[in-house]
């Protein structure tokens, strides 16, 4: 068997694109027989809405590009087209197994301290904080000033005037 894939096994094969999940092998079997000498139908179930169709001859693959691109199979409107011969990598067809995108660096004009508020520095390099390092410990209400923790009493309204 030959290692890579020759042209005329990409010549002989069709991409069929936008089927629905419940999409029939034999319904696609049937209506690309129309155009020549099947070798294999290949349906995707996960994920679905796609298969291949292989044809014996090139120029049946051809006929069924232009015939059935467009047209409505299985209940929708399918793209047919030839088959590139590329795979996609694996982290395309699988979905989340790629890394999630990398964090934003801190940028010391636009980003605040979450503790004190202020520019120009990270949280665990605030000046407010017990020890110069790191965030508060306990609530964190302990950044803020006597005036700016609001009042609570039993029935939860903040009684303050403003």
């Keep these: 068997m030959a290692r890579y894939k020759t042209t005329e096994t990409t010549e002989c094969k069709v991409y069929v694109g936008d089927l629905p999940r419940d999409a029939d092998e034999k319904e696609l079997q049937k209506s690309f027989s129309h155009y020549g000498a099947l070798k294999s139908v290949w349906v995707a179930r996960n ?5 291949f169709i292989q044809f014996e001859d090139p120029r049946d693959a051809q006929d069924a590009v232009r015939g059935l691109d ?3 199979l299985c209940g929708a409107r399918v793209r047919v087209e ?16 790629t890394s ?7 940028n010391s004009v636009v980003d605040r301290c ?15 904080s017990s020890s110069g390092r790191g ?15 609001p009042r609570r009493y039993d029935n939860g309204v903040d009684r303050r005037r403003r």
């Design 100 to 106: 999630p995108p990398p964090r934003r660096p801190y």
């Design 135 to 149: 965030p508060v410990r306990g609530s964190h209400y302990a950044a803020m000033s006597s005036r700016e923790v």
């Design 114 to 128: 979450y503790i004190c508020g202020d520019f120009g520095h990270a949280s665990y390099d605030c000046p407010r």
């Design 82 to 97: 030839h088959a590139t011969g590329k795979t996609k990598p694996k982290s395309f067809n699988r979905g989340m197994e």
């Design 70 to 72: 467009g047209s409505t």
């Design 47 to 51: 994920p679905p809405g796609f298969a």
